[in-house]
Structure formats: structure tokens, C-alpha cells
């Protein structure tokens, strides 16, 4: 699973489990891979989301129907998986870093609301990309469940609009051409530049902004983990790689790091290999 300069298997995870036993400021960044064992397709993997579908930007969902009408179609396509998707082991790995008092930030680029589902504090989560869970008035700024969105395009309408006031209605994420939200950016760079170790999982970091922060953190002297199961165009600055499944590879890497964990108020030890029970 684990692959690295010698190539000895679970070496880079000791090694990564070094570095995250001895940070005291840990970010954690995720894209789509994190979520791909909780049933969620990524978008670049063969199958993936842009495999079936080709983005729409945000200036054509706002100028014409057909390109909302095929965006909806995409998001309907996607809904049952995504509305029964759980958190993973490797959802659950990064609210045991949080748990030891060493998580400074989570960044994730992913839209399914998982890292707060599996436990993180909601203060530490940074949205890059938004949230598909709600659904959002781009004239009058109304906010609704997507559940009811999704009744509505299976009652019939290919691209609902506001109840209230007629507006385009648009799932609270970032489209390609969409402006970045300012108060996440700034979160993310204020992160990035503080903490010891950067952790990334499962994330191909092509798309930018996002995939500047992995630089950022290198340029601030963090050190960067990627756990990735192919490679990616910022691989050379990587302290450590582990190309491997994040459900295998980051509760691996936690035990190794043998974090005392506060478990249900009381000081616990995460001895390599023992998984405290996650309440
Ligand atoms: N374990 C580890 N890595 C995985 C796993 C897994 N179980 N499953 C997939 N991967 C890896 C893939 O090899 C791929 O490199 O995760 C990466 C996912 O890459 P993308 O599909 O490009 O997803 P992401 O990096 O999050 O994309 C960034 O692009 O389209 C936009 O807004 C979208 O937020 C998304 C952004």
C-alpha cells in the first residue's frame, strides 16, 4: 500500500506517523478521494463525476436554462449516494487528531458535509467549495434543504426557482468562474501559514486556489504528508507519500503517531494499531 524512497512496506507510514506525533499544529486538507469510500465518486478518477458530466460554470448557470437544467440533472444524478453517505475511518482518523488537541485547521474542498458529520468542530472546518446540502437564492440569498429542491426536480421542474422571490436557486457551492468565499480564503492562507504539518487526502490538487495551500504551508516550513492513491503534480515538494486508500492509510498513520486521544472527557492512549471506539 505504502510506497516511498526504499519502497519497504508501512515505512512511510511510521514515518509520517513521526511527523504527526511530533506536531503540535496539524491542518488537514481533503478532496473528493476522502470521501470515495464513503460512496461518493471523485471527479477525476476513471468514473468519476467529469467522466459522465462537463462542468458548468457559473456564468452559464446564470445565463441560460439548459446549462441549469443539465447542472440539476448532474446533482440529481448524484444525489441518492451522496445523501446516504457516511463518514469513513478516515473521516473518523482526522476527529482523533482534533481529539489530541493537535488539529489548528481542516480544510476541505469536498461539499458533503462529512468531516462535521463525523465529528470535527464545525470552528475548524473550512468549506472551500461550499456545501451541497443546502440550496441558495442567488437574488434574494434564501436558504433551503437541497431535499426539497430535489422533490421538486422529481415533480417535474428541470431548474427550480425561489419560492420566495423567483430567483435563480443554485446549490450553496462554488462553480468553476464562481468567486471564491473571502472569509474561508483568508482561513485556509491563515492555516497554511501557520501550522507544523500539512496533511493531504485524497486530492488530485490540480484546481486552484485550493491546491496553493499545500505551497503556502511548504513555503511557511510546514512539512506536507500526501496520502493520495496516484500521484499529483506537487508530489516532489511531499515530505512523505503514502499512495494507498485514506480509510487504510490515515487511521494507520494516527495509530502510529500514538496520540493520546481525550475520549469521552478522559485522557485516553492510542497504542499503534488499538482504534478507540469513536463514540
Ligand atoms: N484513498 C486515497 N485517494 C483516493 C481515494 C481513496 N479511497 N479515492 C480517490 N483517491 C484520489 C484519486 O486518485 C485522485 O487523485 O483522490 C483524488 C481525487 O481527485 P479529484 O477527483 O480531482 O478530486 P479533488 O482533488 O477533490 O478535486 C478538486 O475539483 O472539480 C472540482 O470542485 C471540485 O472540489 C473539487 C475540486
Redesign the pocket.
Known amino acids: 500500500m505504502e510506497m516511498n524512497a526504499s519502497g519497504a512496506p508501512s515505512e512511510a507510514v511510521g514515518r509520517a506517523g513521526k511527523l504527526l506525533g511530533g506536531s503540535r499544529s496539524v491542518v488537514v486538507f481533503t ?3 476522502i470521501s ?2 464513503s460512496g461518493i465518486p ?4 476513471p468514473g ?1 463525476v ?1 467522466s459522465r458530466h462537463r ?1 458548468v460554470t457559473y456564468q452559464e448557470f446564470v445565463s441560460s436554462r439548459e446549462a441549469r437544467a443539465a447542472y440539476w440533472k448532474m446533482k440529481r444524478e448524484g444525489w441518492n449516494e451522496f445523501a446516504a453517505s457516511a463518514p469513513n475511518p478516515a473521516h473518523l482518523a482526522i476527529v482523533q487528531i482534533e481529539r489530541a488537541g493537535r488539529l489548528t485547521g481542516l480544510i476541505t ?2 461539499i458533503d458535509g462529512l468531516h462535521l458529520a463525523a465529528g470535527n468542530s464545525e470552528e475548524k472546518i473550512v468549506e472551500l ?1 461550499g456545501n451541497n446540502r443546502y440550496v441558495k437564492c442567488l437574488t434574494c440569498g434564501a436558504v433551503t434543504g437541497m431535499e426539497e429542491a430535489i422533490r421538486r426536480i422529481d415533480g417535474g421542474e428541470e431548474a427550480p426557482e425561489c419560492l420566495e422571490c423567483g430567483g435563480l436557486l443554485k446549490p450553496a457551492t462554488v462553480s468553476f468562474g464562481q468567486e471564491m468565499p473571502r472569509g474561508e480564503m483568508e482561513r485556509a492562507h491563515e492555516y497554511s501559514t501557520e501550522c507544523d504539518l500539512f496533511t493531504v487526502v ?6 486552484q486556489p ?1 491546491a496553493s495551500f499545500p505551497v503556502i504551508a511548504k513555503r511557511s516550513g510546514a512539512k506536507l504528508i500526501f ?4 500521484p ?1 503534480p506537487l508530489d516532489a515538494i511531499a515530505d512523505v507519500i503514502i499512495r494507498g ?3 487504510a492509510a490515515l487511521p494507520a498513520v494516527v495509530a502510529a503517531a500514538g496520540l493520546k486521544t481525550r475520549v469521552q472527557g478522559i485522557e485516553g492512549e492510542e497504542r499503534a494499531g488499538r482504534q478507540l471506539k469513536m463514540e
Open positions: 478532496g473528493a478521494g470515495t469510500e471523485d471527479f477525476r478518477s468519476g467529469w462542468p474542498q469536498n467549495h485524497g486530492s488530485s490538487l490540480v484546481v485550493a496520502i493520495n492513491m496516484t499529483t486508500t485514506a480509510g
